[in-house]
């Protein structure tokens, strides 16, 4: 097996539940989340490091995956260099072997987050749980998740459209949400519907979020505000995009889905999207299909994390270091 060593400073996030049995395991590459192992074939950090880290991993085996859009997080220079490789949306970021992806990020649907500080998380669906399931009973007809949180401009922009579909649809659109109608687990607000009204904060090429993935685990028609290029990553019969920046025309689009029916004529369309989302753009899968290259020779490593400088030098050597993570101060 491939051991690959997975760091991430999303601690809360139960990650393990997205592979097969909860075991750890894609493939041929068994991952080790947030473990203190001492040797690597491959290290991924997926967004940052929580507390420092270091291992005996070749430098040139090194990926970095980020978790945040530009307009949350910036990755500068001197973070990036340190990864041999990077997966990220951003594509301003200059780095010799930048990849301009869809990065993984996790799923929401199926847990509960009980103490984000402390990393406590209940899991009540899992990947195994996600594959067995089939079209659910829909006794409700739409749903939207937003939050009263309004400190970017997407978040503004995103709860001044929600509450236009409230005062337009009325008793058709549930809403739910962070200072709104609070759900502990995102199932409940999405698998009873037909559709889901899905909308991301921030709208870049590659960057399409849980908001969507959750939406197609949770067995419900996607009605999308986000992802310029999403028709690279899912058939057009999975899902219908929407602009909120025209309202007028996003609810007649709306309209349309409902008057025609689609979540019954999307079915198939569904289950396939259900699908891609667990095999084909799961983090772990995106990781595997990352490592199917020779594994070189080791060295210790130390790589810092935040926007601090690592110690990080020749990482196209071959043979393994010591490397070290640190968090940001």
């Known amino acids: 097996m491939i051991k690959v060593k997975l760091s991430t400073d999303f601690t809360y996030e139960p990650i393990i539940r997205q592979t097969p049995g909860r075991r750890g395991v894609w493939g041929d590459c068994q991952f080790y989340i947030n473990s203190p192992i001492d040797d690597c074939d491959y290290w991924v950090v997926y967004n940052g490091v929580s507390q420092p880290e270091n291992a005996y991993c070749s430098p040139q085996n090194t990926i970095l995956i980020t978790?945040?859009?530009?307009?949350?997080?910036?990755?500068?220079a001197a973070y990036t260099r340190q990864f041999a490789r990077v997966v990220t949306c951003h594509s301003h970021i200059s780095h010799p072997r930048l990849i301009l992806n869809q990065t993984g990020l996790s799923w929401h649907t199926g847990r509960v987050l009980v103490d984000i500080k402390n990393g406590h998380s209940i899991i009540n669906r899992d990947y195994d749980d996600f594959?067995?399931?089939?079209?659910?009973?829909?006794?409700?007809?739409?749903?939207?998740?937003?939050?009263?949180?309004?400190?970017?401009?997407?978040?503004?922009?995103?709860?001044?459209?929600?509450?236009?579909?409230k005062d337009y649809f009325g008793e058709d659109i549930d809403v739910f949400g962070r200072g709104i109608r609070e759900v502990d687990d995102k199932w409940d607000a999405i698998s009873p519907y037909k559709y889901h009204i899905a909308l991301e904060n921030s709208v870049y090429p590659h960057y399409w979020t849980e908001k969507l993935a959750d939406v197609y685990l949770s067995g419900a028609y996607p009605i999308y505000y986000g992802c310029p290029n999403l028709e690279d990553y899912f058939p057009g019969s999975s899902y219908t995009r929407i602009n909120i920046d025209d309202g007028e025309g996003a609810i007649r689009t709306i309209q349309e889905c409902i008057r025609e029916?689609?979540?019954?004529?999307s079915l198939d369309g569904i289950i396939e999207a259900r699908n891609m989302v667990m095999d084909r753009y799961n983090l772990f899968a995106l990781i595997a299909e990352l490592v199917r290259e020779p594994t070189a020779t080791k060295k210790r490593i130390v790589v810092a994390a935040g926007q601090s400088v690592s110690s990080v030098v020749n990482y196209q050597a071959k043979a393994k270091e010591r490397i070290s993570f640190y968090p940001q101060e």
Request: glycine content about 6%.
């Open 67 to 76: 978790g945040e859009p530009p307009t949350i997080t910036d990755y500068p």
């Open 131 to 165: 594959k067995d399931m089939h079209t659910l009973p829909k006794s409700k007809l739409m749903s939207v998740i937003t939050s009263s949180k309004d400190f970017t401009e997407g978040h503004q922009k995103r709860l001044n459209f929600v509450r236009r579909l």
């Open 261 to 265: 029916g689609r979540y019954e004529a």
